[in-house]
T-cell receptor, first 116, second 115 residues
Framework: AQKITQTQPGMFVQEKEAVTLDCTYD???????LFWYKQPSSGEMIFLIY??????QNATEGRYSLNFQKARKSANLVISASQLGDSAMYFC?????????????FGTGTRLTIIP | DTGVSQDPRHKITKRGQNVTFRCDPI?????LYWYRQTLGQGPEFLTY????????KSRLLSDRFSAERPKGSFSTLEIQRTEQGDSAMYLC?????????????FGSGTQLSVL
């Protein structure tokens, strides 16, 4: 079974500062993918970034980067130069196992609030 | 790319009534997923389709729940004899099988309130 743990229920960050959202995962599979999604108050889940378990480089997408530490089973999201529009819920998720297992397992999320 | 659309956005019903939700995925996506999200939790997987075939169902999907994707395009999720515990956000997502990440594109969800 797969499990995602997000230990920060809420975070407050000053605008323009960098922020790190924590995510640890548990799986016995060697092949897996890790995702971060943003959920604003409108409800839609917005894809931010993906990291494959065999990827040698940490993933980056604009202001988002994923700090992937395989031995520690952590996949923290780093947002640089935070903006007011970054205020939202953030979910870490994992897909594990062979191709064909399409289920994503999500964590409980972190509510990020950017302070002007 | 018009995105994933869900209808209705909100549904209020009385306990015991049946409800049906619709999801229209991104047109070229062959996979479609249903998730349920309760307050303070992350989305939980319910079921997924590849084209018109329903390939996996969660144990969360009781006998009162049924999902269809008759022509491999839009999908419906029906809940019969609704209970208060069914109150949640129902999220639909789609993906393209051949993409590397097979990332899910989500709709805005249907918020169900059972009174």
């Amino acid at each position: 079974a797969q499990k995602i743990t997000q230990t920060q229920p809420g975070m407050f960050v000053q605008e323009k500062e960098a922020v790190t959202l924590d995510c640890t995962y548990d799986t016995s599979d060697q092949s897996y993918g890790l995702f971060w999604y943003k959920q604003p108050s409108s409800g839609e889940m917005i894809f931010l970034i993906y990291q494959g378990s065999y990827d040698e480089q940490n993933a980056t997408e604009g202001r988002y980067s994923l700090n992937f530490q395989k031995a520690r089973k952590s996949a923290n999201l780093v947002i640089s130069a935070s903006q007011l529009g970054d205020s939202a819920m953030y979910f870490c998720a994992m897909r594990a196992g062979v191709f064909g297992n399409e289920k994503l397992t999500f964590g409980t999320g972190t509510r990020l609030t950017i302070i002007p | 790319d018009t995105g994933v659309s869900q209808d209705p956005r909100h549904k209020i019903t009385k306990r015991g009534q049946n409800v049906t939700f619709r999801c229209d995925p991104i047109s070229e996506h062959n996979r479609l997923y249903w998730y349920r999200q309760t307050l303070g939790q992350g989305p939980e997987f319910l079921t997924y389709f590849q084209n018109e075939a329903q390939l996996e169902k969660s144990r969360l999907l009781s006998d009162r729940f049924s999902a269809e994707r008759p022509k491999g395009s839009f999908s419906t999720l029906e809940i019969q004899r609704t209970e208060q515990g069914d109150s949640a956000m129902y999220l639909c997502a789609s993906s393209l099988e051949t993409s590397r990440e097979r990332k899910l594109f989500f709709g805005s969800g249907t918020q169900l309130s059972v009174l």
